[in-house]
């Protein structure tokens, strides 16, 4: 592997990295022994930077978000992303303050950042446990509408349908085996619009949906059925989808180029 330094105050023509740490990238962090802290806030986050690791801007890919969290709160995580010609990620390090370690096994090798080229298929993610106790495993997907996805605990046997469901709560003990659990991934149709936002834009209100902007809307089913459609002329709608079958959708308004892609629970 290569490396570069960034050194604080250098010129910009100096041989040093381009002082920004981009997505999936590793990093080392050296200060001094007096107890200096190195911080990173929200404030500096770019998106103007230059990349000397991704290149030029990709599509969005289907993922899959995984959040292990022990009965203190203490949390780990691990993402998949599906659908990329690299079949290689980010290598999973030991930094969890929790007791309960997640972590997605690949050719012989563990990866907290996992890049597949399949799209279906199944996907072991092992977990950890440094105490018995119980854990809860939380997931969010985002960038596709997934026809299926499950879950499937190898100790007790449990078959969970993720899409119907964004959490599983299970005991554990040290002397389990690593192999915990498998992830079934159904197809799925992708966002392939770069342009999609996938901020909040809509709340529920008592038996409607507010909607924020104007543009066609449909309501997608986790089997990628477009199974409502409408236009918005409104900067703020109100929408009533009483009518659905309760369960997980994606809401989706699109502008000419401008695409926002949200997911929602519909209840009874």
């Known amino acids: 592997d290569a490396y570069v330094q960034y050194m604080a105050g250098s010129s910009s023509g100096s041989a040093s990295a381009d002082q920004c740490i981009n997505m999936h990238q590793g990093f080392f962090v050296v200060v001094d022994g007096t107890g200096t802290k190195a911080t990173f806030t929200n404030a500096m986050r770019t998106n103007t930077a230059g990349s000397g690791f991704r290149g030029e801007p990709r599509p969005a890919y289907p993922l899959v978000n995984l959040i292990v969290a022990d009965a203190k709160g203490l949390s780990d995580v691990s993402v998949i992303e599906l659908g990329r010609q690299e079949n290689t990620g980010a290598r999973k390090m030991n930094l969890s303050t929790g007791n309960g370690r997640i972590y997605l096994r690949h050719a012989g090798d563990d990866y907290a950042i996992l890049f597949r080229d399949e799209v279906k298929d ?6 950890e446990a440094a105490e018995d ?4 495993l939380r997931w969010n997907t985002a960038n596709a ?7 499937i605990d190898n100790i007790t ?3 969970y349908d993720m899409l119907a469901n964004d959490s599983y709560t299970f005991e554990a ?3 389990d085996y690593k192999s915990r659990f498998k992830i079934v991934i159904g197809e799925c149709t992708g966002i392939e619009e770069e342009t999609a936002d996938f901020h909040s ?4 209100d008592g038996n409607d949906w507010i909607v924020t902007g104007q543009g066609q809307l449909d309501l997608v089913d986790v089997l990628g059925r477009t199974v409502c459609s409408e236009r918005l002329t409104s900067d703020q709608n109100r929408v009533n989808f009483s009518g659905m079958v309760p369960g997980v959708y994606v809401l989706r308004v699109s502008d000419n180029n401008n695409v926002k892609v949200q997911k929602i629970v519909l209840r009874q």
């Not at 106790?133 to 809860?136: K, L, M, N, P, R």
């Not at 509408?145 to 499950?150: A, D, G, P, T």
């Open 133 to 136: 106790g119980v854990y809860t």
């Open 173 to 175: 003990k040290t002397s």
């Open 201 to 204: 834009f809509a709340f529920f």
């Open 157 to 159: 046997g449990v078959n």
């Open 145 to 151: 509408v997934f026809s299926s996805l499950k879950l």
């Open 122 to 127: 199944y996907q072991a993610l092992q977990f």
